[in-house]
């Protein structure tokens, strides 16, 4: 009987043992899942600041075009800014499938991606 006990005892503790480290796995995944994300957030917005200053000054640089063949500075300002208005129009409309769904994808795909080990 005491034979019995021990190895119920040994079970479980192995048992625990096995709780604990499976917990440890999680807390570890969890962490390393959300700090790609977060890495690849980052590096998304780095990139879209550097793609902003570049809009920024192509756009002054056209408005300037345009109102020299225009002979008026704030024409070529005005069909600069109608063209962004437009665009922002278009964006707004399709905003669901030309920026939801593109990160909600991005996002669910960096969260369950492979990392070339099963998991039990």
């Not at 006990?5 to 969890?30: D, H, P």
């Not at 962490?31 to 570049?54: C, H, R, T």
């Not at 056209?62 to 500075?73: D, E, I, Q, R």
Request: net charge neutral; hydrophobic share 60%; no cysteine.
């Amino acid at each position: 009987m005491e034979k019995a006990f021990a190895k119920m005892e040994e079970l479980a503790g192995t048992i625990k043992e096995y709780v604990n480290a499976r917990i440890a796995s999680v807390k570890l995944n969890t962490a390393e899942k959300i700090s790609g994300v977060m890495a690849n957030v980052l590096a998304a917005l780095v990139v879209a600041v550097v793609f902003l200053f570049f809009i920024i000054f192509a756009s002054i640089a056209l408005a300037l075009v345009l109102a020299g063949w225009m002979g008026s500075t704030w024409a070529g300002f005005l069909i600069v800014a109608l063209l962004y208005l437009l665009i922002g129009v278009v964006v707004w409309m399709a905003r669901g499938k030309l920026i939801r769904m593109p990160i909600m994808n991005a996002i669910i795909q960096q969260l369950f991606k492979n990392d070339g080990y099963e998991e039990d």
